[in-house]
């Protein structure tokens, strides 16, 4: 009962906050809309039982990915013009309603096979003995850094001052 | 009661309020945001999958973990190179960056 109410509230914030993101002039606030966004999707992941993964969206999405997002609007001028849609804004909010209505018909019209067993709490031990354990994912987490590492060599690279 | 279908109709919520602003807006770093919004909506439909259908497997976990790695090497670069358009070109308007328009 009590996962329902937050996940209620969650969900009704969370989509204000998104929708803010997309229809507010104003570019800085859409990016503050956005952390606020990213926090009601961290509560969302409580309420799915994924603690590590709440702690990880908080630590990413609200701090690492929003302070680079807000300092790449402080470091251009465009905050002036504000957030203005194009020639597509009607063809896209079909296009988005068309993707919504063709989804949401799909997934509930599909019969997924629900488990009835309870969640896994603590997920952190369980989530390492899953990358990093026999017969789990250790071959992307090999991979992962080295994208990471491109992706930070590929920014020094783009921003280097001539 | 709330539901698998209720997280999943929520995820697909999201992530077309993220279409559209990826498709609609002039603003390069708005459309970036939209993107993220984007992956926070498959992060959520992913993680509902792996509570409600394997809740001892953690897989769907996993794979949103994933998902947050590439999304970070995505918005770095990303806005590496919006600045950098930015720099050489004093705007950021996706209708005005025509460098690689044939």
């Known amino acids: 009962m009590g996962i329902s109410i937050a996940f209620w509230i969650l969900a009704v914030i969370g989509v204000m906050a998104a929708l803010a993101v997309v229809l507010l002039r104003d570019v800085f606030r859409a990016a503050l809309s956005l952390v606020l966004c990213f926090l009601t999707v961290a509560g969302i992941y409580i309420t799915l039982s994924a603690d590590f993964l709440a702690a990880v969206q908080i630590l990413i999405y609200v701090g690492a ?10 470091l251009t001028r465009e905050v002036q013009h504000g957030s203005t849609s194009n020639r597509l804004q009607i063809p896209a909010f079909l296009v988005a309603a068309l993707f919504l209505g063709g989804v949401a018909f799909a ?56 | ?32 945001m939209s993107i993220e919004l984007m992956l926070n909506a498959v992060n959520i439909a992913l993680i509902a ?35 950098s358009v930015y720099r050489y070109r004093e705007t950021i308007d996706a209708t005005k960056i025509n460098l690689m328009k044939w």
């Open chain 1, 107 to 162: 997934l509930l019209n599909t019969p997924w096979p629900v488990s009835s067993a309870a969640p896994l709490e603590p997920t952190t031990s369980a989530l390492a003995g899953l990358l990093f354990g026999e017969g789990g994912f250790i071959l992307p987490v090999e991979i992962a850094p080295i994208l990471l590492l491109a992706a930070i060599i590929g920014a020094i690279a783009l921003t280097r001052e001539k």
């Open chain 1, 65 to 74: 990915i929003s302070v680079l997002i807000i300092l790449a609007i402080m």
């Open chain 2, 49 to 83: 999958f792996s509570r409600y259908i394997v809740p001892l497997l953690l897989t769907g976990q996993v794979f949103a973990i994933f998902v947050m790695v590439v999304a970070a090497a995505e918005v770095s670069v990303g806005l590496a190179i919006i600045i």
């Open chain 2, 1 to 32: 009661m709330v539901g698998l279908e209720h997280y999943l109709i929520l995820a697909a919520v999201l992530f077309s309020i993220g279409l559209y602003g990826a498709l609609s807006k002039r603003n390069a770093i708005v459309i970036l």
